[in-house]
């Protein structure tokens, strides 16, 4: 038997897709969920090998949902009309499905998936489809992070500096440090340049924060910010700062 | 600015080689008359360099000042000008050189009507062909500036289009149609009549023809059932309105956007239940329609303010009227408020 799981907000939607998993008895839906919030306790508790996701939910898209789960299942992508994701699925999603679908069409992915479904690269197929993805405008404004059980949605402006850490980047905010497994790179290539400068190379720091920047030891300097932590500026971090503070 | 027939290469390339044609052309003229090869071949070298010099100035002056009347009248005065001052330059600078060459003074002086004819036609040639060459790239760039503008044109009638037709709402309706065929047919056949008595509001409308309250509220009716349709318990509406507001007449497409907008945000930003209330009322000449959606103020940014996919109606209040105040958007706990104000019109149809 194959577990899945099914996430979408729309009710109809939902029951379109048990309809048409009917004439699959060997896939079985352990558990519907309404958002993103459901769905990430749900892929825990459950550990399915396929989920059919919505990609517009409340609070957390789709793409947002799946950066939280450490090692994803199979997606199969259920959206209405999204451009940027469609180009992102073209290569690296199980599949994924325009509304309003056929059954046809469905049971082509479901077939897709049963291919792939014995090799081990189908679960870690949707890594790559993340980061490939290009981000939607969500994503450029809000970082999403689990804490404890929690989800934690943090505003983009909200952040005051990040620290790499290992695998992961520890977000300071005001109410204090939240950690997402991305790298630096992700972080730089996410937030806007001229508000967020790598100072150092495992700290970048949101500008509108800075108070003042002091000279640290021989070569080094600090920034000093509002809440009185002092962040390490390196000399090629130095020259990017003034850059963007144009001074 | 046309660009200059000087300016590709190749036309530089023929102008170079027109020069030394005729440098050469009369050198071997003024061999047959029997002048000396050495002032032959300054006087040549003279003439025409002198000639290209002036033409070059000519073809430049062209592209700074066309005259739009009379063209080849000024381009008659302007060549024989040119080529009386040539012919002066020519005479004089000639003359002293080989002052010392009686045969050949004598020459240049009988020769020099005809050099005078032999220039004025030259310029005269090279005047029509780059004032012909300059009009041809205006015509070019103005049809350019055309194209351009008609696709500016057609870029905004299809975003106006697909604005009208809402594709994510269409197909989620789609959808939720196919997704009722089955199970509950009545009802997907409610939907159909729906969508299509929606669709074909959508397309009646004009951007100029304003409507009624009542006629904008039923419009949106079909739109918040359809939607209701699709997500179920979690979303219910309710409007309200005063006595006097449903004949008021109001932009079409304004309040639209205000809904779904409130839709979206009160669907997609709490995970809750989620009311959206429309009231309506007159007093004396303002029409006022508040739109109320929850919303969660850790998540939405504030920093957009107004914004909130509400600029475009903005926009279009400001055109409409030349108004700023008209929309303004307040968060209260976790209620979004959008308030909407149109002022009345005697005639209704303040556009026409």
């Given at each position: 038997?194959?577990?899945?799981?099914?996430?979408?907000?729309?009710?109809?939607?939902?029951?379109?897709?048990?309809?048409?998993?009917?004439?699959?008895?060997?896939?079985?839906?352990?558990?519907?969920?309404?958002?993103?919030?459901?769905?990430?306790?749900?892929?825990?508790?459950?550990?399915?090998?396929?989920?059919?996701?919505?990609?517009?939910?409340?609070?957390?898209?789709?793409?947002?949902?799946?950066?939280?789960?450490?090692?994803?299942?199979?997606?199969?992508?259920?959206?209405?009309?999204?451009?940027?994701?469609?180009?992102?699925?073209?290569?690296?999603?199980?599949?994924?499905?325009?509304?309003?679908?056929?059954?046809?069409?469905?049971?082509?992915?479901?077939?897709?998936?049963?291919?792939?479904?014995?090799?081990?690269?189908?679960?870690?197929?949707?890594?790559?489809?993340?980061?490939?993805?290009?981000?939607?405008?969500?994503?450029?404004?809000?970082?999403?992070?689990?804490?404890?059980?929690?989800?934690?949605?943090?505003?983009v402006e909200d952040i005051h500096y990040l620290e790499a850490a290992d695998d992961y980047v520890k977000i300071y905010t005001k109410e204090g440090s939240f950690l997402k497994n991305r790298t630096m790179a992700y972080f730089e290539d996410l937030l806007e340049k001229d508000q967020y400068v790598r100072t150092h190379r495992s700290f970048m720091v949101n500008i509108q924060q800075i108070t003042r920047i002091e000279p640290y030891e021989k070569e080094g300097r600090l920034a000093v910010l509002k809440t009185g932590e002092k962040i390490p500026v390196s000399k090629s971090g130095y020259a990017r700062l003034r850059e963007v503070l144009d001074v | 600015m046309a660009t200059s027939p000087l300016a590709p290469f190749r036309n530089r390339l023929i102008f170079a080689a027109c020069w030394l044609l005729w440098i050469a052309v009369q050198y071997q003229t003024l061999l047959e008359f029997q002048i000396d090869p050495a002032i032959a071949l300054t006087d040549a070298c003279l003439s025409n360099t002198l000639l290209a010099a002036m033409l070059a100035l000519t073809i430049y002056i062209l592209g700074l000042y066309?005259?739009?009347?009379?063209?080849?009248?000024?381009?008659?005065?302007?060549?024989?000008?040119?080529?009386?001052?040539?012919?002066?330059?020519?005479?004089?600078?000639?003359?002293?050189?080989?002052?010392?060459?009686?045969?050949?003074?004598?020459?240049?002086?009988?020769?020099?009507?005809?050099?005078?004819?032999?220039?004025?036609?030259?310029?005269?040639?090279?005047?029509?062909?780059?004032?012909?060459?300059?009009?041809?790239?205006?015509?070019?760039?103005?049809?350019?500036?055309?194209?351009?503008?008609?696709?500016?044109?057609?870029?905004?009638?299809?975003?106006?289009?697909?604005?009208?037709?809402?594709?994510?709402?269409?197909?989620?309706?789609?959808?939720?149609?196919?997704?009722?065929?089955?199970?509950?047919?009545?009802?997907?056949?409610?939907?159909?009549?729906?969508?299509?008595?929606?669709?074909?509001?959508?397309?009646?409308?004009?951007?100029?023809?304003?409507?009624?309250?009542?006629?904008?509220?039923?419009?949106?009716?079909?739109?918040?059932?359809?939607?209701?349709?699709?997500?179920?318990?979690?979303?219910?509406?309710?409007?309200?309105?005063?006595?006097?507001?449903?004949?008021?007449?109001?932009?079409?497409?304004?309040?639209?956007?205000?809904?779904?907008?409130?839709?979206?945000?009160?669907?997609?930003?709490?995970?809750?239940?989620?009311?959206?209330?429309?009231?309506?009322?007159?007093?004396?000449?303002?029409?006022?329609?508040?739109?109320?959606?929850?919303?969660?103020?850790?998540?939405?940014?504030?920093?957009?303010?107004?914004?909130?996919?509400?600029?475009?109606?903005?926009?279009?209040?400001?055109?409409?009227?030349?108004?700023?105040?008209?929309?303004?958007?307040?968060?209260?706990?976790?209620?979004?408020?959008?308030?909407?104000?149109?002022?009345?019109?005697?005639?209704?149809?303040?556009?026409?």
């Amino acid at each position: 038997m194959i577990k899945a799981i099914l996430i979408d907000d729309e009710p109809l939607s939902r029951s379109l897709i048990k309809e048409y998993l009917e004439r699959y008895p060997e896939i079985r839906i352990v558990q519907e969920c309404q958002d993103g919030f459901e769905g990430v306790k749900a892929i825990m508790q459950h550990q399915p090998r396929l989920i059919f996701l919505d990609i517009q939910m409340p609070k957390i898209n789709g793409f947002e949902m799946l950066e939280l789960i450490e090692r994803p299942p199979a997606v199969i992508f259920i959206t209405a009309f999204d451009e940027y994701a469609i180009r992102a699925f073209e290569q690296n999603a199980v599949d994924y499905l325009l509304k309003p679908f056929s059954q046809e069409r469905f049971a082509k992915a479901i077939e897709k998936f049963m291919e792939h479904s014995g090799d081990p690269l189908s679960a870690t197929a949707t890594q790559p489809l993340l980061s490939a993805a290009a981000l939607s405008p969500q994503q450029r404004e809000r970082i999403v992070v689990k804490t404890g059980g929690k989800i934690k949605i943090i505003r983009v402006e909200d952040i005051h500096y990040l620290e790499a850490a290992d695998d992961y980047v520890k977000i300071y905010t005001k109410e204090g440090s939240f950690l997402k497994n991305r790298t630096m790179a992700y972080f730089e290539d996410l937030l806007e340049k001229d508000q967020y400068v790598r100072t150092h190379r495992s700290f970048m720091v949101n500008i509108q924060q800075i108070t003042r920047i002091e000279p640290y030891e021989k070569e080094g300097r600090l920034a000093v910010l509002k809440t009185g932590e002092k962040i390490p500026v390196s000399k090629s971090g130095y020259a990017r700062l003034r850059e963007v503070l144009d001074v | 600015m046309a660009t200059s027939p000087l300016a590709p290469f190749r036309n530089r390339l023929i102008f170079a080689a027109c020069w030394l044609l005729w440098i050469a052309v009369q050198y071997q003229t003024l061999l047959e008359f029997q002048i000396d090869p050495a002032i032959a071949l300054t006087d040549a070298c003279l003439s025409n360099t002198l000639l290209a010099a002036m033409l070059a100035l000519t073809i430049y002056i062209l592209g700074l000042y066309r005259p739009q009347k009379k063209k080849y009248l000024f381009l008659l005065v302007w060549c024989l000008a040119l080529s009386g001052l040539w012919a002066v330059i020519v005479k004089i600078s000639l003359a002293n050189l080989f002052d010392d060459q009686p045969d050949y003074l004598l020459f240049l002086a009988k020769s020099m009507p005809i050099r005078f004819d032999i220039t004025f036609l030259v310029a005269g040639c090279a005047a029509i062909t780059s004032m012909l060459w300059y009009s041809q790239e205006e015509q070019k760039q103005q049809e350019s500036r055309k194209r351009y503008a008609e696709k500016l044109e057609r870029d905004a009638e299809l975003y106006k289009l697909r604005q009208q037709l809402q594709p994510h709402f269409l197909f989620n309706s789609l959808n939720s149609i196919s997704a009722l065929t089955v199970s509950q047919p009545e009802q997907a056949r409610k939907m159909i009549q729906r969508l299509s008595e929606f669709l074909r509001g959508a397309l009646k409308k004009e951007d100029q023809q304003w409507v009624t309250l009542a006629d904008e509220l039923q419009h949106l009716q079909l739109y918040l059932e359809m939607e209701q349709m699709r997500f179920g318990h979690r979303l219910s509406t309710e409007i309200v309105h005063d006595e006097k507001s449903p004949a008021f007449l109001l932009p079409p497409m304004l309040l639209q956007p205000l809904v779904e907008n409130a839709i979206k945000f009160g669907l997609y930003d709490t995970t809750d239940h989620a009311v959206i209330r429309i009231k309506a009322s007159v007093d004396r000449d303002l029409l006022t329609i508040s739109v109320e959606n929850p919303f969660d103020p850790a998540t939405a940014s504030p920093k957009q303010g107004a914004g909130f996919g509400l600029s475009s109606v903005q926009r279009r209040l400001y055109l409409l009227f030349a108004r700023n105040d008209l929309l303004s958007a307040s968060a209260e706990n976790n209620t979004f408020l959008t308030i909407l104000k149109i002022p009345r019109h005697d005639q209704g149809h303040p556009d026409r």
